[in-house]
C-alpha cells in the first residue's frame, strides 16, 4: 500500500478540502506538526505571522485542528500532543 507525502506549500487552508476530495471512502489522513506552546503559538500567530507574505502561515492550536477537519466532512479526527509534536488522524 502507498501512503503518498506532499506539501501543499502556501495553500494550508485548503489541505483539509484537498484530502477529502482525494481520499478514497473510508480513507484515513495523518498529519504531524511541531508542537508550539500555547504562549508561543499566541505571539506568533498574532505578532509574527500577520506579517508573513507567504499565504496561510498559523500555528493551530489542538481544538483548531479537530475543528476544520469536522467541518470539512471528516466523521473521526483525533488530536494528540506528545513531546515535541502534535499528530492528527481523521478519517472519512
Given at each position: 500500500?502507498?501512503?503518498?507525502?506532499?506539501?501543499?506549500?502556501?495553500?494550508?487552508?485548503?489541505?483539509?478540502?484537498?484530502?477529502?476530495?482525494?481520499?478514497?471512502?473510508?480513507?484515513?489522513?495523518?498529519?504531524?506538526?511541531?508542537?508550539?506552546?500555547?504562549?508561543?503559538?499566541?505571539?506568533?500567530?498574532k505578532?509574527?505571522?500577520?506579517?508573513?507574505?507567504?499565504?496561510?502561515?498559523?500555528?493551530?492550536?489542538?481544538?483548531?485542528l479537530?475543528?476544520?477537519?469536522?467541518?470539512?466532512?471528516?466523521?473521526?479526527?483525533q488530536?494528540?500532543?506528545?513531546?515535541?509534536?502534535?499528530?492528527?488522524?481523521?478519517?472519512?
Amino acid at each position: 500500500m502507498d501512503f503518498p507525502a506532499f506539501d501543499v506549500g502556501r495553500d494550508t487552508f485548503l489541505i483539509p478540502d484537498l484530502l477529502n476530495f482525494i481520499l478514497f471512502q473510508n480513507g484515513t489522513v495523518y498529519i504531524a506538526d511541531p508542537n508550539f506552546g500555547a504562549v508561543v503559538r499566541f505571539i506568533a500567530n498574532k505578532f509574527w505571522f500577520p506579517f508573513s507574505k507567504s499565504g496561510d502561515v498559523r500555528i493551530y492550536s489542538k481544538k483548531e485542528l479537530e475543528e476544520i477537519f469536522y467541518n470539512c466532512g471528516f466523521k473521526i479526527v483525533q488530536v494528540y500532543r506528545k513531546g515535541e509534536g502534535v499528530f492528527l488522524k481523521a478519517e472519512k
